[in-house]
């Protein structure tokens, strides 16, 4: 007999084997119980069935010589636990014998066999392809209702090594040599890879305590109606990882039904309203799912390569359960991880779920037509890094969104949010850390000049706040901007944001110039130059008595068409302003917290120092948050005359979030990732642009890239609808990005700074394919 692994010791002990009338007459003599016993099927132990001369039912275990009396104990005071923490629980009671203890022992062939007796619990196994939506989230609920009622148990002998606690799942690969088809070893390496990468670095970190740790469809009893009606067989019973009962559930539910993934989904439902998952534990599931399936089909090959004499019923359908894996693996992993996930975070939020067709009926029902992205809008649901998923688990490559500036539903950023809401939600009238530590870090990454920050809630706040910074100190109303640049949606913001001015509206008090492109751009060779632009719109201020407060400008010049600057161009513009008495404002709501990829700022690329500096979208990754950084001496002459504070900006939450984002910046070193994939991506943008004549134009600076789409390059005329189809076809391969520019005829190409290689080349795909489909 082949010697086993650690840990698998307890599968391959041979199990009792003790005939009926020998069982009757012990739970007679032991327990003063008589009557008939019959045999029940088990891995390890011998169970059997005993029903009383005066009908009651009672089951007899006669325990794998694997087991201990430590075990046994263990095993004893859970069950008294659960019945004293949760009574309502149907677990079965452990029989004491006539001399009150709670086991006996008895010898058969030489051997020592340890005997317990418990209570009879009702019901059985069901069909798993029977189950409905209500019996597969009670059952999650019932898992997690175990588990709660385990939190805070406590014993010496709780941590039992045996290879079904997923912990021990690298050990698997000494047994691999047993599975014989290439497939399925093939499929057990992968997910083990995946195992080592997502799951091994932080399985000691999830939560913890002694667990059932079988809670499978064989172990939980149902009734004819679908509830469930008993909890049984507490041998597998080890402190692990808390999320690991409910993956064991999951795994059961899944196999031989036709909708897996549904109803994984609906006992993750069930399991989270009594049991919220943590953000590691719902990032897991479908590794640990994976990992629980593979552990069963290897040690099935391992036990009938070396044990064939082992056909107990774990042996039965291990067939299906690799199905199952290469049903999942054909889905894709990270596809059904994204489902699972939604299902344990949406369900712990206060809306209920909807098809997409209802949203959409029922938001302009209420929302009227405010503007959605695409002819055919988008249902999202969940997000990761620069993914983003709709209901049905189709993930989209974001390559627009530069709010979640380190990636959608980032764990840290996530869990920095849920931890600080959890203790304190204020304002900054009281004392705090956190806006301190934060200050402190943004003031770092500035010019020593600018040494005030204001903290507020929108990029739309930080810019009008701006605006009464720079009134208030140079007593003048004038402004300008770039002609077609977006700085907000508030009175002030929109005023100076020409993209969305109505037609033939202009503010009196607003000039625009030219933006200061680059003397490579085809921008740079038409019209006046940008600093005669502004000489021109400064004696205009001047002669109609406004005087120019100040001169804003996004240090992207994003909304004009990705039009990275001319430092030197910018330089003397900048100065005009001031010898003109006005601020200079750079706005990074767009190009700010590292997008360009040589500097945390776009005005350090553009190698100036402004004199306000807002800040907004991306610094809390999703969360509202923003903030605005001066000089002192600008700072103190608005305190002094009207004085400021916003209730919500600063506040503890939103500081965190914030601090969060910087770590992730930092740590995940996005500056210089964020060069090397952009231009990376330009070097597969400029392939394509030797082979499709639409293509006039690409700037890039960082991961903030413009493709300026144009009839030919002589007459340079705008292709605004080719643009705006390409857009559209991007989004049905299931790749979202935007337009931009006064003609709206630039393809802008801003995704999360998390954007890799490999999405560049999944984007670059996507594009070809809607470039020839164009053409």
């Not at 003031?443 to 000049?449: H, R, S």
């Not at 002094?640 to 969060?660: I, K």
């Not at 090397?676 to 890239?705: F, H, K, N, P, S």
Request: proline share 5%; charged share 25%; net charge negative.
């Amino acid at each position: 007999m082949t010697d086993a692994p650690p840990g698998l010791e307890p599968l391959v002990v041979e199990p009792p084997s003790l005939c009926s009338s020998r069982a009757a007459t012990i739970v007679e003599e032991e327990f003063g119980k008589r009557g008939t016993a019959t045999e029940l099927s088990s891995e390890r132990d011998q169970n059997f069935h005993v029903e009383t001369e005066d009908g009651e039912e009672f089951v007899l275990k006669i325990s794998s010589p694997a087991d201990d009396a430590a075990a046994l104990g263990l095993q004893t005071q859970v069950l008294a636990h659960v019945h004293d923490t949760a009574a309502d629980l149907p677990v079965m009671r452990t029989v004491y014998t006539t001399d009150g203890r709670p086991w006996t022992s008895v010898e058969a062939n030489g051997v020592t066999y340890l005997v317990r007796l418990f209570t009879h619990l009702p019901g059985g196994s069901v069909t798993i392809q029977d189950l409905d939506t209500e019996a597969l989230f009670e059952y999650g609920e019932t898992v997690a209702r175990l588990g709660e009622a385990l939190r805070g148990f406590f014993h010496p002998d709780a941590r039992y090594d045996i290879l079904w606690d997923l912990r021990h799942t690298p050990t698997l690969r000494s047994l691999l040599d047993s599975v014989t088809t290439d497939r399925r070893r093939d499929l057990a390496e992968r997910v083990l890879d995946r195992y080592d990468d997502r799951v091994d670095p932080v399985f000691e970190t999830l939560r913890a305590q002694v667990i059932h740790n079988d809670l499978t469809l064989d172990n939980v009893l149902l009734n004819d109606d679908g509830h469930v009606s008993g909890i049984v067989d507490f041998g597998d019973l080890t402190h692990t990882a808390l999320v690991c009962d409910l993956v064991m559930a999951l795994a059961s539910v899944m196999y031989r039904r036709n909708d897996p993934v549904e109803a994984a989904e609906e006992v993750v439902r069930g399991y989270v309203s009594v049991t919220p998952l943590e953000v590691e534990e719902a990032r897991l599931l479908a590794d640990l799912v994976a990992a629980r399936l593979v552990t069963w089909g290897v040690i099935v090959a391992w036990r009938v390569e070396h044990h064939p004499e082992k056909t107990d019923h774990t042996v039965d359908g291990v067939d299906d359960g690799w199905a199952l894996l290469e049903e999942l693996d054909d889905i894709g992993l990270d596809a059904v991880q994204r489902r699972l996930q939604t299902a344990a975070l949406g369900s712990v939020v206060p809306y209920p779920r909807m098809e997409t067709d209802d949203v959409l009926a029922r938001r302009r029902q209420v929302l009227g037509e405010s503007p959605l992205s695409y002819d055919d809008p988008i249902h999202l649901v969940a997000g990761d890094g620069a993914w983003l998923f709709d209901p049905e688990g189709r993930r989209y490559l974001d390559g627009y969104n530069n709010v979640q500036v380190v990636g959608h539903a980032h764990p840290d950023v996530a869990a920095a949010i849920g931890g600080q809401a959890r203790k304190l939600a204020t304002n900054t009238r009281y004392l705090h850390e956190s806006v301190v530590t934060l200050s402190e870090r943004i003031l770092d990454t500035m010019p020593d000049e600018l040494d005030r920050i204001f903290f507020v809630n929108s990029g739309s706040e930080a810019v009008d706040l701006a605006w009464r910074l720079a009134t208030a100190v140079t007593g003048h109303d004038g402004a300008v901007v770039t002609p077609h640049a977006y700085h907000g949606i508030t009175d002030v913001s929109a005023a100076l944001s020409p993209e969305i001015w109505p037609e033939e509206d202009r503010p009196d008090y607003v000039e625009t110039v030219s933006p200061p492109v680059e003397t490579s751009s085809h921008h740079a060779s038409t019209g006046t130059a940008p600093t005669e632009e502004m000489a021109d719109a400064l004696d205009t201020l001047e002669t109609n008595n406004f005087g120019v407060a100040a001169f804003v400008f996004d240090s992207m010049f994003t909304s004009d068409g990705i039009l990275p600057p001319d430092s030197e161009v910018l330089g003397r513009m900048a100065d005009r302003v001031r010898d003109a008495g006005g601020l200079v404002v750079a706005d990074e709501v767009q190009a700010g917290f590292g997008r360009t990829g040589t500097a945390m700022w776009g005005f350090e690329a553009a190698d100036i120092v402004p004199d306000i500096v807002t800040l907004g979208k991306p610094m809390g990754n999703g969360h509202p948050v923003a903030a605005v950084v001066t000089r002192s001496d600008i700072a103190s002459t608005l305190m002094e005359r009207t004085g400021m504070f916003s209730t919500f900006g600063g506040n503890p939450v939103s500081a965190t979030a914030a601090l969060a984002v910087l770590d992730a910046i930092e740590g995940d070193d996005l500056l210089s990732h964020t060069a090397d994939v952009g231009a990376y991506l330009e070097a597969g943008l400029a392939e394509l642009a030797a082979t499709y004549d639409i293509v006039g134009e690409i700037r890039r600076q960082g991961l903030m890239v413009g493709v300026e789409l144009v009839h030919d390059d002589e007459t340079w005329a705008p292709a605004a609808d080719e643009t705006a189809a390409v857009v559209e076809k991007m989004r049905q391969r299931r790749v979202l990005i935007g337009s931009t520019g006064m003609h709206g005829n630039v393809l802008k190409i801003r995704p999360p700074l998390v954007f890799d290689h490999d999405h560049a080349d999944h984007l670059l795909s996507a594009l070809e394919a809607s470039l020839a489909e164009l053409e």
